[in-house]
């Protein structure tokens, strides 16, 4: 597109986590952010054709983001149920830390787009099947990797919410019981009744 520059691209891109982080997804509109970052609204779209393409463009943004604090905390754990419960660690401490963010990364309907779409650029979706199919190959586990996924990806949503909504204070001990009971297959047990 003429015109186009990726600098402009990053600057619409990081006022609009700001907005995000600051007022939640509500707070975006393509009027405010062309303002804020001093283009007209038709200049805006030189940049992004729609809403849809900017949502897309920041729901991988933040995933780089929380994948990239993960990679660091990741560096020194060899165990594999231990780098799966450190990648939690990471998620569950954003969603008490940047709540707007991780429910835009979670449940706009672009990032849902993204997730069933199965791209290859959502890389904290790619880093937790990486964790999971590890975790399974290297365990007595006769769980399946998809099923694990499922399981781990609702657990961490659902307890993101509980600790988002400050309904809950995060339990690390809570977290480790749930994974080992998903690793037996088990459902239901003594974390259902921590809660």
Not at 1 to 27: C, F, P, R, Y
Not at 80 to 100: G, I, M, R, S
Not at 134 to 145: H, I, K, P
Not at 155 to 177: A, H, M, P
Request: overall charge negative; glycine content about 6%.
């Amino acid at each position: 597109m003429a015109g186009k520059t990726n600098n402009t691209d990053h600057k619409i891109l990081i006022a609009a986590i700001q907005i995000i982080q600051d007022k939640g997804e509500s707070g975006i509109s393509l009027r405010r952010l062309a303002s804020v970052i001093g283009v007209t609204t038709g200049a805006f779209y030189k940049h992004y054709a729609n809403k849809d393409q900017l949502f897309r463009a920041i729901t991988k943004e933040i995933s780089h983001q929380v994948t990239e604090e993960a990679r660091v905390a990741l560096m020194e754990v060899q165990n594999a149920k231990e780098k799966l419960l450190v990648l939690a660690d990471v998620l569950l401490t954003w969603f008490q830390k940047q709540p707007n963010l991780m429910n835009f990364m979670f449940f706009n309907p672009m990032a849902q787009r993204t997730i069933t779409e199965s791209e290859t650029d959502f890389e904290l979706l790619n880093m937790t099947m990486d964790l999971i199919n590890g975790l399974v190959e290297g365990s007595q586990s006769t769980v399946e990797s998809q099923r694990l996924f499922i399981q781990i990806w609702s657990f961490i949503q659902g307890y993101g919410l509980l600790l988002k909504n400050k309904v809950v204070d995060y339990d690390r001990e809570l977290l480790e019981t749930t994974l080992d009971e998903y690793l037996e297959g088990t459902n239901y047990g003594t974390s259902c009744n921590r809660l």
